[in-house]
């Protein structure tokens, strides 16, 4: 009588595990694949949040510099306007009796 072979059977087994085991690894690689993705693409939206930021920051410090420099000229042609003015002419220097107000 003969017996029939049970070695096809375990290597068709480990066959089977090990197809599960490859099956498994793919879906979870495609899963962390997409997972980067996702990630990647979040990365690039803030990105361009950031860049989009900087660049309105940028126009807000261009016209804040300009404006500054025109005070900062306005400033320089006042001083200009007092230093020229003698005492008599211009602003007397603050006398605080002289300068009471009257309800004192």
């Known amino acids: 009588m003969m017996q029939p072979q049970q070695s096809p059977q375990p290597q068709n087994d480990s066959a089977k ?3 599960s085991i ?3 690894a ?3 690689s495609k899963v962390v ?3 980067l993705q996702q990630q990647m693409i979040e990365l690039q939206m803030s990105m361009a949040h950031l860049e989009l930021t900087v660049e ?3 126009d ?3 016209q804040q510099d300009k404006h500054i420099r025109t005070l900062q000229r306005q400033l ?3 001083y200009k306007q007092v230093e020229s003015q003698s005492a008599d002419e211009g602003i007397a220097p603050f006398d605080v009796n002289a300068d009471r107000p009257p309800h004192y």
Do not use: F, G, K, P
Request: glycine content about 0%; cysteine-free; proline content about 0%.
């Open 76 to 78: 320089q042609l006042i």
């Open 26 to 28: 793919n879906s979870e």
């Open 22 to 24: 490859h099956t498994n």
């Open 56 to 58: 309105r920051l940028d």
């Open 60 to 62: 807000v410090i261009t």
């Open 17 to 19: 595990v090990s197809a």
């Open 33 to 35: 694949e997409h997972e």
